[in-house]
């Protein structure tokens, strides 16, 4: 039993130097400077944000070229309906915006108004040339 015990008092002793010897080494990793980190992290970010917006422009110029020019002869009016008591509405093609409902008071797009839409005919003001024009339906054979 004695010989348990000091064998028990050896490998203890031993333990403890151990630790201390470990504890007394330095460390290989290298000391973190927090503000130099933080500043390198904000840095990051802000590459991050620029190229975000490089690729949403890219993406921008793309779905341009697929939505087609924004000018008023490339805006078709394929359909008009009456969408119950707000009145009339119609299906709109083109003027860079794609295939859309619009009502009487929303944009077509940045500068073409709606003003009015009737059983017949869209009212469309063009504020770019300050005037006023009238968008009829699109009609199989009648252009």
């Given at each position: ?9 050896i490998?203890?002793?031993r ?7 470990l504890a007394?080494h330095l460390?290989?990793l290298p000391?973190?400077?927090a503000?130099g980190y933080e500043?390198q992290?904000?840095?990051f970010q802000?590459l991050?944000?620029?190229n ?7 993406q921008?110029e793309e ?11 490339n805006v ?7 969408s119950g008591k707000?009145?009339?509405?119609a ?9 859309r409902?619009?009502k009487?008071?929303e ?7 709606v003003t009015e839409?009737?059983?017949r ?6 504020s ?6 009238t968008?009829?339906?699109y009609t199989?054979?009648?252009?």
């Open positions: 039993m004695r010989l348990l015990i000091v064998i028990f008092l490998f203890s002793v333990s403890l130097a151990a630790d201390e010897v007394n460390s290989p000391k973190i400077n503000s500043a992290l904000k840095k802000e991050q944000r620029e975000f917006e490089l690729k949403l422009k890219a921008n779905l341009k070229k697929k939505l087609g020019d924004n000018s008023i002869e078709t009016v394929l359909s008009i309906y009456s707000s009145g009339y509405a299906k709109v093609y083109g003027g860079g915006a794609g295939l409902v619009v009487t008071g944009d077509i797009n940045d500068s073409m108004h839409i009737n059983q005919k869209v009212t469309v003001f063009l770019k040339e300050n005037k006023t024009l968008l009829e339906p199989i054979g009648g252009g």
